[in-house]
T-cell receptor
Framework: AQSVTQPDIHITVSEGASLELRCNYS??????LFWYVQSPGQGLQLLLK??????LVQGIKGFEAEFKRSQSSFNLRKPSVHWSDAAEYFC??????????FGAGTRLAVHP | GAVVSQHPSWVICKSGTSVKIECRSL??????MFWYRQFPKQSLMLMAT?????????EQGVEKDKFLINHASLTLSTLTVTSAHPEDSSFYIC??????????FGEGSWLTVV
């Protein structure tokens, strides 16, 4: 069955530090992969997506993610975190039918 | 970019009543929309797939008679929570497929049943 795992429930980083949020997927073929961000009490905003092609994907707000088939991973990175990046981050996958399966989410806290 | 709008953003209803939540794709047509439920500090759980002009497809464990989904047009899907109970209180989010297979989410709707 298709599944998405985000091993880190909560991460705290200092402002200006680099960030990497982990995501692993389980699917027979190459899924469509997404990263979304959710601020408290609000909907989801798409940061980036991977369908095929270049395995390093650039997104909005300075985020990027790298698809690694050998590791079944799609980790999200940002070189320098801003205080406004504090939010909940969700990795999601789709088997091509647009039905997204979400990971449990990683809550990011940013220290000044 | 594509926008998906939900209404209402917040709703409080009495136990035993029904409440309807709308999901609209504002600048694109969506033959398929999706309804998710999110409990506080938890991830999103897919409830059902809403198909324009046909019956919704419900995920295992979701009561289709309790969560009525209607996809009357290419830009509107509605979720009606019937005979609501306090345990139905949750954050409900819809999504729709836009251009390039990108999934866009609505802002979500908070339902509180008292």
């Amino acid at each position: 069955a298709q599944s998405v795992t985000q091993p880190d429930i909560h991460i705290t980083v200092s402002e200006g530090a680099s960030l990497e949020l982990r995501c692993n997927y389980s699917y027979g073929a190459t899924p469509y992969l997404f990263w979304y961000v959710q601020s408290p009490g609000q909907g989801l905003q798409l940061l980036l997506k991977y369908f095929s092609g270049d395995t390093l994907v650039q997104g909005i707000k300075g985020f990027e993610a790298e698809f690694k088939r050998s590791q079944s991973s799609f980790n999200l990175r940002k070189p320098s975190v801003h205080w406004s990046d504090a939010a909940e981050y969700f990795c999601a996958s789709s088997g091509g039918y647009n039905k997204l399966i979400f990971g449990a989410g990683t809550r990011l806290a940013v220290h000044p | 970019g594509a926008v998906v709008s939900q209404h209402p953003s917040w709703v409080i209803c009495k136990s035993g009543t029904s409440v309807k939540i709308e999901c609209r794709s504002l600048d694109f047509q969506a033959t398929t929309m999706f309804w998710y439920r999110q409990f506080p500090k938890q991830s999103l759980m897919l409830m059902a797939t809403s198909n324009e002009g046909s019956k919704a497809t419900y995920e295992q464990g979701v009561e289709k008679d309790k969560f009525l989904i209607n996809h009357a047009s290419l830009t509107l899907s509605t979720l009606t929570v019937t005979s609501a109970h306090p345990e139905d209180s949750s954050f409900y989010i819809c999504s729709a497929k836009g251009e390039g297979n990108t999934i866009y989410f609505g802002e979500g709707s908070w339902l509180t049943v008292v």
